[in-house]
């Protein structure tokens, strides 16, 4: 699976759309990029994913530029509970097995 | 729907002992895959369980084993256990070992190493 690299952290205010960028250049034409958040003390939880067409579900908007190379999910209205650590992992659809491979996340502080 | 079930929550344990993780996945879902996470850390994909067999295994030593019952439900064992299997421990389920779904998870169980 390709690799991702996010910012480590970053800020947003509450009742602002938050933009989280996520860049994966070595992304394979059969690689779908997915988002998943930890809130503190829980699992992961899916957020939405993607393969080259944008998505909307009712938590967030998912944006994947025209080359593939990187991607930005965007938080509509953050509030306080969307605080949280947000992962952007790619991996091959139809994969043998669902590993998933995690690397470091935003860590996303939403503020009042 | 319970979602994907853990037990226990929390667990300490200390060095050499033998440990054993359990987890119940979610109704109509048939794949379970363990996750280790360590402290600041994303999860690490440990070994995935489908028709009671393992599929997929992660760069983890033999002391992490398996185990997955004709109901879907699974549990982990870890034997000798070292301070640095101190961690997290997540369960994730899904409908299918090749599907594209997303994974559902499970809150964890906290293992402590002393």
């Known amino acids: 699976d390709a690799k991702t690299t996010q910012p480590p952290s970053m800020d947003c205010a509450e009742g602002r759309a938050a933009n989280l960028p996520c860049n994966h250049s070595?992304?394979?034409?059969?690689?779908?990029v997915y988002w998943y958040r930890q809130i503190h003390s829980q699992g992961p939880q899916y957020i939405i994913h993607?393969?080259?067409n944008n998505e909307t579900n009712e938590m967030a908007s998912l944006i994947i530029t025209e080359d593939r190379k990187s991607s930005t999910l965007i938080l509509p209205h953050a509030t306080l509970r969307d605080t949280a650590v947000y992962y952007c992992?790619?991996?091959?659809?139809?994969?043998?097995?669902?590993?998933?491979?995690f690397g470091g996340g935003t860590r996303v502080l939403v503020k009042p | 729907d319970a979602g994907v079930t853990q037990s226990p929550t929390h667990l300490i344990k200390t060095r050499g002992q033998q440990v054993t993780l359990r987890c119940s996945p979610k109704?109509?879902?048939?794949?379970v895959s363990w996750y280790q996470q360590a402290l600041g850390q994303g999860p690490q994909f440990i070994f995935q369980?489908?028709?009671?067999?393992?599929?997929q295994r992660g760069n983890f030593p033999d002391r992490f084993s398996g185990h997955q019952f004709p109901n879907y439900s699974s549990e982990l064992n870890v034997n000798a256990l070292l301070l640095g299997d101190s961690a997290l421990y997540l369960c994730?389920?899904?409908?299918?070992?090749?599907?594209?779904?997303?994974?559902?998870f499970g809150s964890g169980t906290q293992l402590s190493v002393l």
């Open positions: 109704s109509g879902h048939d794949t």
């Open positions: 992992i790619v991996r091959v659809a139809q994969a043998a097995g669902n590993k998933l491979t």
């Open positions: 070595t992304i394979s034409g059969n690689e779908y």
């Open positions: 994730a389920s899904s409908p299918g070992q090749t599907s594209n779904e997303k994974l559902f």
């Open positions: 369980y489908y028709e009671e067999e393992e599929r």
């Open positions: 993607g393969l080259k």
